[in-house]
């Protein structure tokens, strides 16, 4: 393998494991995370309770546990199996509840809930929280409907209470050096930033096993899960694979863009697209979902526009990220993994729209004006060495840290509900644009989409 050739595998190899990074002029510089607060002592941690224990419950528990900086006091879901599986996690030290959430919000020893449960949820549990006086870590996407933002919004101020929207990457600090070169203009001027989110896999199209003692009216209550969405007949398919359904979820948009778009207006320092417009279907799976399973979105964001894409039928290894296109330079941010930032090219290339010239011709207008300079450019190929790449502790860690932190501090926290709002306010949007076949306009005065 030749030296060139090495280093370009060395560079795809460490962009595709897990870690943080910049490749910067050419040579990587370590990024390692910032260090947690040190370890509260137990009078000193924020009580938390736990409404929703299924995948990211289960995450955001063990991430709390990590944080070192609370105290799990009790967690509510309403299958038994995943109280059991709590219990385990904290050697049996959490309190359970099954199926009433409410009860759980009565308690005065609890400062602040964890929200995990599906989407359609989200509403009605937050809005119960606030109201109990609970600061609140609500799961991505913060709503199910663009309508529900700006009643979050309201309720957290007039309560006086902090809202962390979980869209975990902001926190890590590959994000805010990515912030950071895109605001210092070293890119020059952003006009275009594309973004993908890919999966091939079973479980990674929401496939997901289900309990092979899930019992409704035993160990589950499926009328309690239902909540708010519409009347149905019992379907465990519905409960663990509910990302498929509108009925509980926005699917691709609202599951994997809002991630996408968080860190898009994180790092842009943006808040809503102009207008957007989507289109995909079903086109490989066909288990009986409603939601498409290949989406593509084209967002306007006035002075730069944003192309985004995610299926789950690609073969490709490349999985998630977004690349800042700018007049200087150029970004490339893979979550949960690395970034490079690629060395500035300056060649204009005359060469090849001259060579039809004759070659007086060519060598006149080359010497002329520094043509001959400007052709052959100053850009250098990046070149990596001296790979270094860390991923502890995950993103999640950080980011209910700094919901704690805000807690704590009564500052607010990196995704506030204003934040969790516009990005799932933006992923609404792709969906409305998909069901309906209309570009989507957004109103900032009124603070709601519309047709074109």
Same mark, same amino acid.
């Given at each position: ?324 296109? =700018?007049?200087?330079?150029? *970004? &490339?941010?893979?979550? /949960?993994?690395? #970034?490079?930032?690629? !060395?500035?090219?300056? @060649? ?17 207008f080359l010497n002329q004006e520094n043509h001959r300079a400007e052709s052959q450019g100053t850009g250098v190929k990046p070149t990596p060495e001296n790979l ?38 933006? =992923?609404?949007?792709?969906? *409305? &644009?998909?069901?309906? /076949?209309?570009? #989507?306009?957004?109103? !900032?005065?009124?603070? @709601?989409?519309?047709?074109?």
């Amino acid at each position: 393998m030749s030296k060139s050739t090495r280093r370009e595998f060395i560079l795809r190899s460490a962009t595709q494991a897990a870690g943080l990074g910049l490749v910067l002029n050419g040579k990587l510089v370590a990024l390692s995370p910032s260090p947690l607060p040190k370890p509260a002592s137990p009078n000193d941690r924020v009580n938390l309770g736990f409404i929703g224990f299924g995948i990211r419950g289960n995450i955001l528990l063990e991430a709390a546990k990590e944080t070192q900086q609370a105290n799990l006091v009790e967690v509510c879901d309403c299958y038994q199996g995943h109280l059991d599986r709590a219990k385990e996690r904290t050697e049996g030290k959490i309190a359970t509840n099954f199926a009433n959430y409410k009860k759980l919000l009565d308690r005065k020893d609890i400062d602040a809930v964890v929200v995990a449960t599906p989407d359609h949820w989200h509403l009605r549990i937050v809005l119960d929280a606030l109201s109990a006086g609970k600061d609140v870590y609500i799961e991505k996407p913060m709503t199910y409907r663009i309508e529900d933002g700006p009643a979050i919004i309201q309720a957290a101020r007039e309560n006086k209470r902090m809202v962390q929207a979980g869209s975990q990457w902001v926190s890590c600090e590959q994000h805010k050096k990515a912030q950071e070169i895109v605001m210092s203009g070293k890119l020059g001027k952003v006009t275009k930033v594309t973004a993908s989110y890919n999966r091939n896999s079973s479980t990674g199209a929401w496939n997901y096993p289900i309990p092979l003692d899930l019992e409704e009216g035993v160990n589950f209550n499926w009328k309690e899960w239902l909540g708010p969405a519409p009347k149905v007949a019992y379907n465990p398919e519905r409960v663990f694979r509910y990302r498929k359904y509108w009925d509980y979820s926005g699917g691709i948009s609202t599951d994997l863009f809002v991630h996408l778009i968080t860190s898009i207006h994180f790092i842009m320092g943006a808040e809503m697209p102009k207008s957007v417009v989507a289109t995909g279907g079903i086109l490989y799976r066909h288990d009986g979902r409603e939601v498409p399973d290949t989406l593509d979105a084209l967002f306007d964001y006035g002075s730069y526009c944003v192309n985004m894409a995610g299926t789950f039928n690609s073969a490709s290894t490349a999985g998630q990220g977004i690349q800042f296109l =700018g007049t200087e330079g150029s *970004l &490339s941010v893979l979550l /949960g993994a690395g #970034m490079i930032e690629q !060395a500035e090219y300056k @060649s204009e290339g005359y060469e090849y729209s001259i060579d039809s010239w004759p070659k007086a011709m060519q060598d006149a207008f080359l010497n002329q004006e520094n043509h001959r300079a400007e052709s052959q450019g100053t850009g250098v190929k990046p070149t990596p060495e001296n790979l270094e790449f860390t991923n502890k502790p995950d993103a999640t860690v950080f980011h209910l840290a700094n919901f704690i932190e805000a807690v704590r501090t009564r500052q607010p926290s990196y995704e506030t509900a204003e934040v969790g709002h516009h990005a799932a306010a933006a =992923g609404h949007m792709v969906n *409305l &644009s998909y069901r309906s /076949g209309k570009r #989507m306009l957004w109103d !900032a005065t009124k603070g @709601s989409a519309s047709e074109a």
